[in-house]
């Protein structure tokens, strides 16, 4: 079936630092979803990218989709302790979502 | 509006006993999907509900069913409880057309 893999499963930074996630499919996808979950929270969605080669940003996010729609990123610059979580990306194909294991984020003020 | 709100919040259950979850919806939405998330891992996709009918299923064997009532709100039960069904079970609600999703507080379930 269907799988999505992200890396790494733990990062360190200090405050002020970037980060970098990566999230990879075993099969193309129509759109892929990243979601924040907070420590004890529940995930919240932060955007979708749909198109090939799409790029978008939020303040200090930006997120990529891959020019064959089977891998995304998420980026983040200048970490602030706000950043703390897991970043889920999460594949859809067929309305149902695939999570990856998620990039769990500690920031070191 | 009270976005997706989860009943209840902890439950602590036996093996071999029975649990339902229950979930509303966001206001306005139709589409239910129920999620287990297991201590340091992704949700894993266990059904979605749409018209009162299921209309993807994980994979998740029978002993996980559902329901959707025409209110959109929708139960989740577990027969025959294993100890591996210990997890955090979230309730995801989104609109017609629409590709977001909401995600409610979820029920974090012990099974003992």
């Known amino acids: 079936g269907q799988q999505v893999m992200q890396i790494p499963q733990y990062q360190h930074v200090q405050e002020g630092e970037d980060f970098t996630t990566y999230c990879n499919s075993s099969t193309t996808l129509s759109n892929i979803q990243w979601y924040k979950q907070r420590p004890g929270g529940h995930p919240v969605f932060l955007i979708q990218?749909?198109?090939?080669?799409e790029v978008k940003k939020q303040k200090r996010l930006t997120f990529q989709f891959g020019e064959a729609k089977k891998n995304s990123s998420l980026h983040i610059t200048a970490t602030q302790t706000t950043d703390v979580g897991t970043y889920f990306c999460?594949?859809?194909?067929?309305?149902?979502?695939?999570f990856g294991q998620g990039t769990t984020l500690q920031v070191k003020p | 509006d009270a976005g997706v709100t989860q009943s209840p919040t902890h439950l602590i259950k036996t093996r071999g006993q029975q649990v339902t979850l229950r979930c509303s919806p966001k206001?306005?939405?139709?589409?239910v999907s129920w999620y287990q998330q297991a201590l340091g891992q992704g949700p894993q996709f266990i059904f979605q509900y749409y018209e009162e009918e299921e209309r993807q299923r994980g994979n998740f064997p029978d002993r996980f069913s559902g329901h959707q009532f025409p209110n959109y709100s929708s139960e989740l039960n577990v027969n025959a409880l294993l100890l591996g069904d210990s997890a955090l079970y979230l309730c995801a609600s989104r609109g017609r057309g629409e590709t977001e999703a909401f995600f409610g507080q979820g029920t974090r379930l012990t099974v003992v």
């Open positions: 990218l749909v198109k090939s080669g």
């Open positions: 206001s306005g939405h139709d589409t």
């Open positions: 999460a594949g859809s194909n067929t309305g149902k979502l695939i």
